[in-house]
C-alpha cells in the first residue's frame, strides 16, 4: 500500500476527493500548479511511484502541490477524467489539464517532467521573444520536414508536424500523420489534444447551419441534439464560452442523452482551448453538476 499521506511531513501534499476536488484542485491551480497522483493499494507501480512523487513535492516546497486520488475509493472522479490505466498523473493548472503520463517514471524523468511546466523568471519569460522570432505553421511544416528526412527515427518529430499541419488548416493530412504516431506517442497529451480538436471539426461535417440549429432550439428547447451542434459550431467559431453554455444546460437537464455526450463534448472541448480562466470557470461549474 502506498503510505498514507501526512500533513506533518509536508503541507503540499494532500488526498483528494470529490468533497474537495473542486477547491484544492481547480481553483487551487489557479495560483499553484497541481500535480493529482491516481493511484490504488493494489497497484505495483503505485508503490514505487508515489514514493518519489512525495519526495519531490517535499523537495519543490511550494512550487506544486501533490493530490492523491484512491481511484477505488473515486471510481466517479476517476471516470471523468477517463483513467484507464495507474498509475497515472495529470498536471492541472490555471483550472485546466495541462500535461500528464501514465505508468512509473523513474525519478530523473519525472524531474524533467516537472521542470517543463515550472514558471521561468520573469525576466528570462519576457526576453524570449525578443530572442526567437515565432515560426508561422507553413515554416515549422518545412523544417520539420527537411528534419524528419534527415532523421527518420525521430517519432517525436512527426508529431510536431502533424500539429504545424493542423495549425496550417491541413486537417486531413495532420490525421494521417497522427494516425501514424507510434503507440507511446498517441498518448502523448499533445497529440491527445490535437485529436480532440480534428474530432471536433469532423463532427460538423454534413450538419445543418448554424441559422439552422437555432431554428430547431427555437422550436424545441429540448432538442438536444441541436444544442449539442451548435456548441460545436461556436466552439470551433468566434464564441467559445457560448458553446461551452450549451453543454451545461445538457448536463444540467439530460446529462445521459446520447451516451453523455455533454460531459464528452466539455472534457474534449477544455483540450482544445488556450483560454485558461475560460477552461477553469467552466471546469468548475461541469465539476459542480456532476458531483
Not at 518529430?157 to 504516431?181: C, N, R, S, V, Y
Not at 447551419?209 to 451548435?230: F, I, Y
Amino acid at each position: 500500500m502506498e503510505p498514507t499521506v501526512n500533513a506533518a511531513v509536508s503541507p503540499h501534499i494532500f488526498e483528494v476527493d470529490q468533497s474537495n476536488f473542486e477547491t484544492e484542485v481547480l481553483e487551487a491551480s489557479l495560483t499553484t500548479p497541481v500535480l493529482v497522483d491516481f493511484w490504488a493499494t493494489w497497484c505495483g507501480p503505485c508503490k514505487s511511484l508515489g514514493p518519489l512523487l512525495e519526495k519531490l513535492a517535499v523537495e519543490y516546497n511550494g512550487a506544486f502541490r501533490l493530490g492523491k486520488v484512491d481511484v477505488d475509493q473515486n471510481q466517479e472522479l476517476a471516470g471523468v477524467f477517463g483513467i484507464r490505466s495507474i498509475p497515472t498523473v495529470i498536471l492541472v493548472k490555471d483550472g485546466q489539464i495541462l500535461d500528464g503520463f501514465a505508468g512509473a517514471l523513474p525519478e530523473g524523468q519525472l524531474r524533467q517532467f516537472l521542470t517543463r511546466h515550472l514558471e521561468p523568471l520573469a525576466d528570462e519569460f519576457e526576453q524570449e521573444p525578443e530572442e526567437i522570432a515565432p515560426e508561422s505553421p507553413e515554416q515549422a511544416i518545412n523544417r520539420l520536414q527537411q528534419e524528419i528526412a534527415a532523421d527518420p527515427n525521430r517519432p517525436e518529430l512527426k508529431l510536431d508536424l502533424a500539429i504545424a499541419l493542423a495549425h496550417a488548416g491541413q486537417a486531413a493530412a495532420a490525421e494521417t500523420e497522427l494516425d501514424a504516431l507510434p503507440a507511446n506517442l498517441a498518448t502523448d497529451a499533445r497529440a491527445v489534444r490535437l485529436r480532440s480538436q480534428l474530432n471536433l471539426a469532423r463532427s460538423l461535417e454534413g450538419t445543418p447551419p448554424m441559422e439552422v440549429l437555432q431554428q430547431r432550439l427555437h422550436a424545441n428547447p429540448q432538442d438536444w441534439e441541436a444544442h449539442d451542434l451548435l456548441g460545436v459550431r461556436l466552439l470551433l467559431g468566434n464564441d467559445p464560452a457560448a458553446g461551452l453554455e450549451h453543454w451545461l444546460l445538457v448536463l444540467e437537464k439530460a446529462r445521459d442523452w446520447n451516451d453523455g455526450q455533454a460531459k464528452k463534448r466539455l472534457l474534449a472541448a477544455f483540450n482544445t482551448l488556450d483560454d485558461a480562466e475560460l477552461v477553469g470557470r467552466y471546469r468548475r461549474r461541469m465539476a459542480s453538476l456532476l458531483f
